[in-house]
């Protein structure tokens, strides 16, 4: 099972940018990859998913904002985030599933919060 360590989170305007690094222990190149996010008193909800394949699908609400991509040469997930917005705060973990077998792993989180 990988470890999944996230990164680049912080405190940014409305409209601004941040990119979020997701970097595992092992190789990623057979698991499917996605970004989630959580405010207090809601349920995780999936922001953005990269195959292992690299085939992408967004949230509605984010899409033509962000960006998921992958370097399986680094073990590395990024999620690009523009334009955001307040409603976009939240603590975003990264989550990695095998893709034969199942086995499933999570980030520790880091906190986005979108605020002028």
């Known amino acids: 099972q990988v470890q999944l360590v996230e990164s680049g989170g912080g405190l940014v305007q409305p409209g601004g940018s941040l990119r979020l690094s997701c970097t595992a222990s092992a190789s990623i190149n057979f698991y499917d990859m996605g970004w989630f996010r959580q405010t207090p008193g809601k349920q995780r909800e999936l922001v953005a998913f990269i195959n292992s394949g690299s085939s992408t699908n967004y949230y509605d609400a984010v899409k033509g904002r962000f960006t998921i991509s992958r370097d399986n040469a680094k073990s590395t997930v990024y999620l690009q985030m523009n334009n955001l917005k307040p409603e976009d705060t939240a603590v975003y973990y990264c989550?990695?599933?095998?893709?034969?077998?199942?086995?499933?792993?999570w980030g520790q989180g880091t906190q986005v919060t979108v605020s002028s």
């Open positions: 989550n990695g599933r095998n893709i034969y077998g199942g086995i499933e792993s």
